[in-house]
């Protein structure tokens, strides 16, 4: 069973950093295809980042481009996700998810099987 449990969340001001982790376990993270998303209140959860199996692919949400990164750590099966010059917009509950073949890696939320409970990011101005 493929379980993901996300850590990192926090407060911080409009301009400053955070990194989320995304421990992975049931599956390995060489494997898989994985994904961070968000879900503002009120509004759809939509993709921020994903990384295809083997890190071949890494894709990032225009509105995140230039300012979040995606880092893997095979030997420790980690995911992690470093945000910089955090902007109030992205205050958001943060999820890791799992892709499972053959649905395509991509950004799309249906095709994710697996998904954490959320860790919450708050970036005030």
Same mark, same amino acid.
């Given at each position: 069973q493929v379980q993901l449990?996300? *850590?990192g969340g926090g407060s911080v001001q409009a301009g400053g950093s955070l990194r989320l *982790?995304?421990?992975v376990s049931g599956t390995t993270l060489r494997g898989t295809c994985m994904g961070w998303f968000r879900q503002a209140p009120g509004k759809k959860r939509e993709g921020v980042a994903l990384v295809s199996p083997r890190g071949t692919i890494t894709t990032y949400d225009d509105s995140v481009k230039g300012r979040f990164?995606?880092?893997q750590d095979y030997a420790k099966n980690m995911l992690y996700l470093q945000m910089n010059s955090l902007k109030p917009e992205d205050t958001a509950m943060y999820y890791?998810?799992?892709s499972v073949w053959p649905a395509t890696c991509d950004l799309d939320t249906s095709d994710y099987v697996y998904w954490g409970q959320g860790t919450q990011v708050t970036v005030s101005s």
């Open positions: 449990v996300e *850590s *982790s995304c421990a990164t995606l880092v890791c998810a799992a």
